[in-house]
């Protein structure tokens, strides 16, 4: 019975408040994960899988100047795998208008992985050297 308290007082002492408020030695700092954000992430992710792919088309006066950008494509998508809801976020304003008509043209497979009400984020980069110069 005496080890049992003993036992039960040792742990109560490494429990106690003053242990807790104390750093953690350095090993366990280190190794430790960072804090969860107080911002949660939002539930949107790229779609796994487009029946019709989105096929940006690149804005001549940007590819006449050697203009790249790229953009994030926020969508939600209908019962049939159509884009809906389109809001393009590009670094250029030139690429906007490019990369909402290639998202509103894209059809996504529906199945289990894609349920409409789906939201999803699509990364386009428009670089001017994966492209071909326009035709004077």
Not at 88 to 99: I, L, S
């Amino acid at each position: 019975m005496m080890r049992r308290a003993c036992l039960a007082i040792s742990l109560l002492a490494a429990l106690s408040p003053a242990s807790l408020a104390a750093e953690p030695p350095a090993a366990l700092a280190v190794d430790s994960p960072p804090p969860p954000s107080d911002v949660p992430e939002p539930p949107v992710a790229a779609p796994p899988g487009f029946r019709v792919p989105p096929r940006p088309v690149y804005p001549v006066e940007a590819l006449r100047n050697d203009i790249g950008g790229r953009c994030m494509v926020s969508f939600t998508v209908n019962a049939e795998g159509v884009p809906q809801n389109i809001v393009p976020d590009c670094d250029h304003p030139v690429f906007t208008a490019p990369a909402r008509d290639a998202v509103a043209a894209a059809r996504l497979d529906m199945g289990a992985e894609v349920q409409a009400g789906d939201v999803f984020r699509l990364p386009l980069r428009f670089q001017p050297a994966d492209w071909d110069s326009p035709q004077d």
